[in-house]
């Protein structure tokens, strides 16, 4: 079979530093910046540029968990090669993770470096990229590189994409504080991407006077430090576990900025959440054909943002009856989600990435304000939403029920809407 494509217009298809990205052949390549620069677009580009131009290639795509990678670089490789119309060309393997060109065999393999089997099991590997790389350890990165040994004639390199999020990174003294002659870093900002809407490019911009730390790592995509976050604490789990106390669900709308959907599951002293919907530019009707989709019950407990009561109508009137609109005490939220220890399903990916970035506004003096900085926080008004509405529901149905019933338990059990879903309920 003869494919032709025609990559003659591929510089206008890209940002100009990813473009300029595409003809460095040094073994390390650091691209390296602030937020929406367009860093994961375009590495995404030059490995299916590679794929579609070199032959004999086995690229690893890595990332510090294995669930993170479907819902992110795996679905951008999805879409590009869907926009680029190469559908027809490629086997995309939704199981294992590998794209192959039908064209030459080059193959695309995803993994997460916390799945050791699958990574030992790839042999050849003839270039790789690591995604989210400031994630990763040294010592996870100089397995990588001794595991780029596959015979190519074409260059090897590993390419690694990153917010500069902490100045004590090992990234910073392994390729910023040292010169490193077979590394070329790129650096790039939100100006150097013409494909960011407008509506991102403002939220960044605005970052200026709110948080020096915050408009330093994703505005101006410099080292900053991780301090000053306002859920530091928080563990990664694979899945929802099956005991808990009470189950919600929350929901942030928006349209410019995307809308958020989470599920919590809770017990007196821990919060256990998981991103299951996260996309601007949708409607509240593409939110509840996801949620069909996705198997929510009907009968579920959620608790969205209560400026839209149409919007919450509209999910009511689809037949999730105990939708409800959420408390909107910011700070009390906040303090409710950090009294308990939280746990994010790895998967998560943009709520993560949230996490990473909440801080408090600061004044002049550096001193926190008691207000969130205005950057990524849909997931999380979602997550507070479900916690803090479903619990302070539940608390002052408590107590209304040790009035009557003397029993929580008995209350919540007696049918209509009780504020919670009991799921496997231990009761206090
Ligand atoms: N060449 C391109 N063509 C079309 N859209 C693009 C292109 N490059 C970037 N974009 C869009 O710009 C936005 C930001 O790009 P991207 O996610 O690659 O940025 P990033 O630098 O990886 O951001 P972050 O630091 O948050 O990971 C995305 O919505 C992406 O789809
Ligand atoms: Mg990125």
């Given at each position: 079979m003869v494919y032709d494509i025609d990559l003659s217009d591929l510089q206008s298809a890209m940002t100009p530093k990813g473009y300029e990205a595409l003809s460095i052949k040094t073994r390390y390549l650091i691209s390296y910046g602030g937020a929406g620069s367009g860093k994961s677009y375009s590495t995404a580009q030059k490995v299916l540029f590679r794929i579609l131009t070199e032959n004999g290639h086995r690229f690893l795509i890595a990332r510090?968990?294995?669930?993170?990678l479907k819902r992110s670089v795996f679905q951008l490789f999805r879409d590009i090669i869907s926009k680029w119309g190469l559908s027809d060309l490629f086997i995309i393997n939704?199981?294992?993770?590998s794209i192959t060109c039908?064209?030459?065999?080059n193959q695309l393999i995803m993994s997460g470096l916390d799945d050791v089997e699958k990574l030992k099991s790839i042999t050849g590997i003839t270039s790789i990229w690591i995604e989210e790389a400031s994630e990763i350890t040294q010592e996870d990165f100089i397995q990588l590189d001794l595991r780029l040994r596959g015979h190519t004639e074409h260059y090897k390199q590993i390419i690694m994409t990153f917010n500069p999020t902490s100045s004590k990174s090992w990234l910073k003294a392994r390729f910023f504080d040292n010169i490193d002659k077979d590394a070329t870093i790129i650096h790039s900002t939100y100006?150097?991407?013409?494909?960011?809407?407008e509506r991102y490019k403002q939220v960044l911009h605005d970052l200026i006077g709110q948080n020096k730390n915050l408009h330093d790592i994703y505005t101006k995509g410099i080292w900053g430090d991780r301090t000053g976050l306002i859920y530091p604490e928080y563990e990664l789990i694979e899945e929802l576990p099956e005991d808990y106390e009470f189950k919600t669900y929350g929901i942030d709308f928006g349209f410019n900025h995307p809308q958020a959907l989470v599920e919590a599951r809770v017990t007196k002293d821990t919060i256990y959440v998981k991103e299951l919907f996260y996309k601007s530019q949708t409607l509240v009707t593409d939110l509840i054909s996801f949620m069909k989709r996705d198997g929510i019950k009907t009968d579920s407990i959620i608790y969205a943002d209560s400026a839209n009561p149409d919007k919450i109508q509209t999910i009511v009137n689809a037949g999730y009856r105990r939708c409800k609109p959420a408390k909107k005490d910011v700070l009390a939220g906040i303090d409710h989600i950090k009294s308990k220890k939280l746990y994010v399903t790895a998967d998560s990916i943009n709520l993560i990435k949230e996490l990473e970035s909440y801080s408090w506004k600061l004044d002049k003096n550096g001193e926190a304000m008691e207000v969130p900085a205005k950057l990524f926080d849909d997931a999380l008004d979602a997550l507070r939403y479900a916690v803090f509405t479903g619990e302070k529901i539940k608390i002052s149905i408590a107590q209304a029920g040790r009035r009557k019933h003397d029993s929580f338990k008995e209350y919540g059990s007696a049918?209509?809407?009780?504020?919670?879903?009991?799921?496997?309920m231990r009761g206090f």
């Open positions: 510090k968990t294995a669930r993170s939704l199981s294992d993770l039908k064209a030459n065999q100006l150097d991407n013409p494909f960011l809407d049918g209509g809407f009780s504020g919670y879903d009991s799921g496997n």
